[in-house]
């Protein structure tokens, strides 16, 4: 069986949940779908022929690395960012095995441009095991 992927529509979702839960202002810039939507074709779609991030750990690190970034919502960017990545290794069968404030710290070690995408997808290459069912 494939990968499995998140939709923006999901990811509108853990936005609309990291703010209930957790605080700040609702609303996504008036681009904000669009970015969301390069994400997603990014990892999922081949660019001329070639897929850029063929597995399941690039394609979340991706998410990861990008949501962070590229602020398509007006508040809750990095936890929505978080969020969307469990959700898209939990659907596909792996978890994350990190603490909360070890998660914190490199999420905003991501949002500080202090990591690069390489160094991401090595972080989660160490963290992501396999969800025994």
Do not use: Q
Not at 94 to 123: C, G, L, M, P, Q
């Amino acid at each position: 069986m494939g990968i499995k992927y998140i939709t923006v529509e999901d990811i509108l979702e853990y936005h609309e949940v990291v703010i209930e839960e957790t605080g700040g202002k609702k609303g996504i810039y008036p681009d904000g779908e669009g970015k969301l939507r390069y994400i997603l074709d990014e990892i999922r779609y081949p660019v001329f022929g070639k897929m850029r991030f063929r597995t399941l750990i690039s394609k979340a690190a991706r998410i990861f690395y990008l949501l962070t970034l590229e602020h398509a919502f007006i508040d809750g960017n990095k936890r929505t960012a978080f969020l969307s990545t469990v959700s898209f290794l939990e659907i596909n069968g792996y978890r994350i095995n990190a603490s909360y404030e070890e998660i914190i710290e490199y999420t905003v070690a991501i949002a500080e441009h202090k990591v690069s995408f390489e160094d991401v997808k090595a972080w989660l290459k160490r963290r992501c095991v396999k969800i025994e069912k």
